[in-house]
């Protein structure tokens, strides 16, 4: 038996009027950014085109037909610019809505006949067929920035959508699918429609998973990162540490000389400066996958990945110059913070990550005696003074 087209219409425009709902009842709790807006109103949208449409030959023609592929066309257009707004890409919303109505002008204009019904689909479904693709590309942006893998899932079925209409636009350039009457007699098109009610419905699912997963990440980055300077706490290092194995790594451990007194003399909130800036200038120099963690107060870690301690002393001294000219630049200091540092390394065999702390340890008091604003290694073949 045929399906019902004009009845799959009206349950793609209650599929999609309750999924609005739910998710303007979501932007309304304040737990979520302003995306759950837009892909609120964007499922409206498309429930009532959806809706209006299903209403073929029962209202006139320029509600059904016009009204309802104009609305269905804003709101595919309107998940392009949710998905943006996620990704804190966000468009100029007087530049998008202009987009909207350029978009939406050919639908009058060009194939606003109620008998050129396969004109209409066609030029409907390359619409859609293009925004879909402008999803999954923009998806496919958010699983290589946040790696959110259930953004993988959104971008499958946003490809899958961009099928669909790419095979309904071709149906409909043959004359395939579409007039006189496109609630008449075409399986495949009927099929579709089944079709679109599911991936409406799945892709709903995956932007709630996708919010799931960067607000876990979310939980976990403040659970593992010291929240002033943005570098890794102990519990962070400590989660970094195995994946070190027994590769062979060097270890700064940076002291902040004068702290305390620059505390005194210039408040709590110009430390805090301070500690920003020592952070800033460290990620500056030191490579993506070395890591640098902040133990407390002003000492710092270093952890840097295959590197010698000849080479990790060279880079303590980078740091230091670069962070001694950084201080000189800030303005209305009296106190001007320098760094002493321990170096240390492990070579192939590895070691226990304690000892080599150990090291570093009495390399970094060696640097203090001697003066402060320093480097000190510790080498396997001298004890420490």
């Known amino acids: 038996m045929l399906l019902d087209l004009r009845t799959i219409y009206f349950i793609v425009a209650v599929s999609c009027f309750v999924l609005g709902i739910l998710q303007l009842a979501a932007y309304a709790t304040g737990r979520f950014e302003r995306w759950p807006l837009w892909w609120g109103l964007s499922n409206l949208l498309v429930g009532v085109g959806s809706f209006l449409v299903a209403l073929r030959n029962l209202v006139p023609t320029s509600v059904s037909i016009d009204g309802g592929n104009i609305v269905t066309i804003a709101g595919y257009m309107l998940m392009f610019f949710a998905v943006r707004v996620f990704s804190g890409r966000a468009l100029d919303q007087r530049t998008f809505w202009l987009a909207i109505v350029l978009v939406s002008v050919p639908v009058v204009l060009i194939v606003s006949d109620p008998s050129a019904v396969s004109a209409r689909l066609l030029y409907v479904s390359v619409i859609c067929c293009l925004c879909d693709l402008a999803v999954a590309r923009e998806a496919i942006g958010i699983v290589?920035?946040?790696?959110?893998?259930?953004?993988a899932l959104l971008v499958g079925l946003y490809v899958c959508t961009a099928a669909i209409f790419a095979v309904r636009s071709i149906l409909a350039a043959t004359g395939e699918i579409g007039g006189p009457d496109p609630f008449g007699s075409s399986a495949i098109h009927s099929w579709m429609a089944v079709s679109a009610v599911a991936f409406i419905m799945l892709r709903s699912m995956a932007m709630v998973l996708m919010a799931a997963e960067r607000s876990r990440n979310q939980l976990t980055e403040l659970a593992h990162h010291d929240p002033l300077t943005g570098a890794l706490n102990r519990g962070g290092l400590a989660q970094h540490l195995p994946a070190?194995?027994?590769?062979?790594?060097?270890?700064?451990?940076?002291?902040?000389?004068?702290?305390?007194?620059?505390?005194?003399?210039?408040?709590?909130?110009?430390?805090?400066?301070?500690?920003?800036?020592f952070a800033s200038v460290s990620r500056g120099i030191m490579r993506s996958d070395d890591l640098l963690a902040r133990q407390g107060g002003d000492e710092f870690l270093a952890v840097l990945r295959n590197v010698s301690c000849e080479d990790a002393v060279a880079i303590a001294e980078r740091i230091r110059l670069a962070f001694a000219a950084a201080v000189m630049q800030q303005p209305d200091l009296a106190i001007f913070p320098t760094l002493s540092i321990g170096v240390a390394a492990r070579g192939e065999r590895g070691g226990d990550f304690e000892r080599l702390m150990q090291k570093a340890d009495e390399a970094l008091y060696r640097s203090k005696r001697e003066g402060r604003n320093r480097v000190e290694a510790f080498w396997e073949n001298q004890q420490a003074a």
């Open 244 to 277: 070190l194995g027994s590769q062979p790594v060097s270890l700064l451990i940076i002291d902040i000389d004068h702290f305390k007194q620059l505390n005194d003399r210039h408040g709590h909130a110009a430390g805090d400066d301070m500690l920003r800036l």
């Open 144 to 151: 290589r920035r946040e790696r959110l893998y259930s953004a």
